[in-house]
């Protein structure tokens, strides 16, 4: 069977399993914030149309002030890019050849980039079930690799792993030159929001990156930025094309980063949602990961490949994202985004279903 490689574009999901796509179905594939962008982008979006008859600033410096003031940090060390999924390709050019540790299981583009840029790669996978990063066990590989990519809070698992585990590893890879990567593409999601940004300026060799798609639900615009030390992004700059973010997203990234009462208010709607949801699953006699962000990965203890479960949720209208590709996961779970209360409904009624009929 070819999996698709990521969520969303679900009739690639269907076509892979034999299944026509029926005229209505919920997409619970790509973890975007249900509540949407904005409603003050929405508001600006007329402005849009002005902006395509002149080139972006290439310098992005309106955008990158914003940012900048919204991390506390200096604007240099900013570098926005177009989505995070560029800004890891760049991460991988810049590190080209060398060996290259992935803590697993996670997004499966810093394998892909780092593969296609000659770097060796090695795994660190968490125990299944826990997903916890013991910092000890991890530390001792460091002496191998030139780089780690950390995703924190995790996808697919939703865990955020423990900020001592965290500090722990960054002093240790600080000793031993190697680059420490941390994903912090879904850090805004958490009820108790924890970047590690602020510990750039003690850890020359770390890097944070954002994307723009998840909080602000404008995965079709293609926004992120990489905060670290500036002649780490000057190298990172030079890898990249001019004009590579396009001056609707950079007017698009200043109004979302404004949004702190949307953040807030889809921080207390995503709380709500997963306690209900995981309450449900725990009723339901479903195995469901401790996440602490919108997505979270469950399985039916009944079966080890999930694969019946997933046709079952495709014929029903409901879009899983597979596992097949996580290592460590292969296929032993599916994971969901949180949506809105109508659409969760939907799931939870789908999967009592489920039960019925095993
Ligand atoms: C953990 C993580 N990092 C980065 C990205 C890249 O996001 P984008 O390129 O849309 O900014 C994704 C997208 O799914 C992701 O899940």
Redesign the pocket.
Known sequence: MKWPL??SNPQYLYQSMGIPLPDHYIDFS??INPLGPPLSLKEKWGQAFELINDYPDPKAYKFSLKAAEKEGLPMNWILPGN????L?ALIARMIAGKRVLIVQP??S?YEEACKANGCQIGYHVLEEGKWELKSDSLIQKLDHYDALFL?NPN?PTGKSFSRSAISHVLEESSTRNCFVII?E??YDFTEEVHSFASYIPIYPNLMI?R????MYSI?GI???YVIARPPVLEKMASFQPHWSVNAIALMAGEECLKAVEHEQNTRQYIGKQRSRLVKFFQEKGYEVSNSSVNFYLLRDPNHIDQLPLIQFLLENGIVPRHTYHFPGLEGSWIRLAIKRKKENDRLMEVLAKWRTVQ
């Open positions: 990521h969520g790509a973890n989505g995070g999924s560029e890891i996670a997004f583009e995703c996808n994903d593409a879904f990156l994307s723009m798609t998840k995965p293609r926004l992120g």
